[in-house]
């Protein structure tokens, strides 16, 4: 069992920044794969970043790319997801999670509880 408990989501105004950082428990945390989702009203979850256990391979959702940037800290047990240049479309509740990588493909193992990211026009 992982736990795991995102933090520094809040309103911002356009172009503005937020660093999201989700702890795990895990005393593995430097063996898995991490990434970030999210879910904005009336849509599906969908990845934003995953980076492998390593923190030398990383992806990107194509809505993201060059504005955020995920990263790890092992030491910490910490992941996190610095957002640049913000828009209101990055609207969301944002999750954490744990999990797989196949191929390009991230799968998830164990989720954290979100949290919210509001970005003001």
């Known amino acids: 069992q992982v736990h795991l408990v995102e933090s520094g989501g809040g309103l911002v105004q356009a172009g503005g920044s937020l660093r999201l950082s989700c702890a795990a428990s895990?005393?593995?945390?430097?063996?898995?794969?991490m990434g970030w989702f999210r879910q904005a009203p009336g849509k599906e979850r969908e990845l934003v970043a995953y980076i492998t256990w390593s923190g030398g391979g990383t992806k990107y959702a194509d809505t993201v790319q060059g504005r955020f940037t995920i990263s790890r800290d092992n030491a910490k047990n910490t992941v996190y997801l610095q957002m640049n240049s913000l828009k209101p479309e990055d609207t969301a509740v944002y999750y954490c999670a744990v999990g797989p990588v196949t191929g390009t493909e991230f799968g998830v193992d164990y989720w954290g509880k979100g949290t919210l990211v509001t970005v003001s026009s």
């Open positions: 895990a005393r593995t945390f430097s063996r898995y794969h």
